[in-house]
């Protein structure tokens, strides 16, 4: 079967061909719940270049692998990619990357794919309209993406190049963002708990408390992302793993930064809009809110104050509160996906608890807009400006996914897998947040309301 689509990108042909040679643009191509990139370090569009990924979230335990290789270049601007292995009998894509010849300032993208499915599944029209419109909604989620990283590297085009480190860069979060800062050429130094830290990656080891600041000069900014997920049962144990895996790993960071003479300038870490206490109805809660109880509003707190040696000495730090993150390849909203597409799903809590939610994409954009930003600094509130109740989520989900979602998930599920405490703050939490202040610093929502949102990160 073969399958031609054409999209047109509001940027110069001289730019779209530089970003896709830059390392991480395959990266901000690639759904992260379709594929992980064996190396996402890697651009460039030469013959020979080899292409490995795992197709399925790093989650599933059994995720085929499939790996392409850069068979010929056309012409300057044309490449075809060819499966080497994989999930179909043979693959060849095509992409075209041409000016477009009606308006200079503007690109096309032109796909030519030819597949041949496995087995008796050639002969199947059912099949072939399914993986025409999977293909198709790929295509266009990819043009998609490269429209609005584009966007915000044009934003920031006065901006000199800079060099970032990263804590966390390997996580859902870091991964992306990463990609996003070296698809715009920045350059990107990955910190890591190895003994034999590889080309371009910084070793740290936060529960010994070692980070040697020799390794961060010539660094601009530090983007501190890592930390045990939350996402887990709330053991004595587990709790304080969390709490220390954010708050000594800010404090090494923050202390090393406050006594460099001539280090990095900016701190850049994550937060979390739990600091606001898990119930807050018919509250619009913003950066200048007390913080409330619970575990995650404690933990928060402290996460936050492990910062201010870096701000004493004069450093521009930014926490970012980041509240439910929409992605097809992690967070809160994979595990229900089952459920949904089965037609069984449904809310989590009642259905008047508010949700503030923001896509991976704005997410990560966000933090490269605060890391390359002059004036950014304290608490931002990282959320999408339209907050929904449960009921709204759920409705929203049920009609991207064309599938019923009226059943409700019974309080005592999320309570068993992660027990009562974490449950009530996780799940079954009602926050309604502002995020002005990070629209103020530059931000900019490209899927600002749910129903939108949902079709890019399912790529419907």
Request: charged share 25%.
């Amino acid at each position: 079967m073969r399958i031609v689509a054409t999209h047109r990108i509001e940027s110069p042909h001289a730019e779209v061909l530089a970003w896709h040679e830059r390392p991480g643009a395959l990266v901000r191509l690639t759904p992260p719940g379709l594929a992980t990139i064996d190396d996402p370090t890697a651009g460039g569009m030469r013959v020979g270049r080899v292409v490995g990924a795992h197709m399925g979230p790093a989650a599933l335990p059994l995720r085929p692998a499939w790996v392409l290789r850069h068979a010929e270049a056309t012409a300057a601007d044309r490449f075809v990619d060819q499966q080497v292995s994989g999930p179909w009998r043979t693959w060849r894509h095509e992409h075209g990357i041409v000016a477009d010849p009606a308006d200079p300032s503007a690109t096309l993208l032109v796909d030519r794919i030819e597949v041949e499915l496995p087995g008796g599944l050639e002969r199947s029209a059912p099949v072939h309209a399914a993986l025409e419109r999977r293909v198709r909604r790929l295509l266009a989620f990819r043009a998609r993406q490269l429209r609005h990283d584009l966007a915000l590297h044009t934003a920031f085009a006065a901006v000199p190049r800079r060099t970032v480190a990263i804590t966390g860069a390997s996580g859902l979060v870091g991964t992306q963002l990463a990609a996003l800062l070296e698809s715009g050429g920045h350059t990107v130094r990955r910190l890591v708990r190895s003994d034999r830290p590889g080309p371009g990656e910084i070793r740290w080891d936060p529960r010994a408390g070692e980070l040697d600041p020799r390794d961060l000069e010539g660094v601009d900014v530090v983007v501190h992302l890592a930390g045990r997920s939350i996402a887990t049962r709330w053991t004595a144990a587990a709790k304080r793993e969390i709490r220390d895996s954010r708050v000594e790993g800010t404090a090494l960071i923050a202390r090393t930064l406050a006594g460099m003479a001539d280090g990095p300038r900016t701190l850049v870490t994550a937060s979390a809009i739990g600091v606001y206490g898990p119930q807050r109805p018919g509250e619009l809660l913003t950066e200048e809110d007390t913080a409330g109880t619970g575990f995650l509003a404690d933990l928060v707190r402290d996460w936050e104050a492990a910062t201010a040696p870096a701000s004493r000495a004069g450093l521009r730090v930014a926490q970012l509160r980041t509240g439910v993150v929409l992605s097809d390849g992690g967070g809160s909203l994979l595990p229900q996906l089952p459920l949904l597409l089965a037609g069984v799903g449904g809310r989590l809590a009642p259905p008047d608890a508010v949700t503030s939610w923001i896509t991976l994409d704005d997410l990560v954009r966000a933090y490269a807009t605060v890391a390359l930003a002059s004036s950014a600094e304290g608490p931002l509130n990282a959320v999408a400006p339209h907050p929904v109740t449960q009921a709204e989520l759920v409705r929203a989900l049920g009609r991207t996914l064309h599938r019923p979602a009226v059943v409700p998930v019974p309080a005592a599920g999320p309570a068993l897998l992660l027990g009562a405490e974490a449950a009530r703050e996780l799940v079954r939490a009602d926050q309604r947040v502002d995020p002005t202040r990070l629209q103020e610093a530059g931000a900019r929502f490209e899927h600002p309301r749910i129903e939108e949102a949902l079709h890019h990160v399912l790529w419907r």
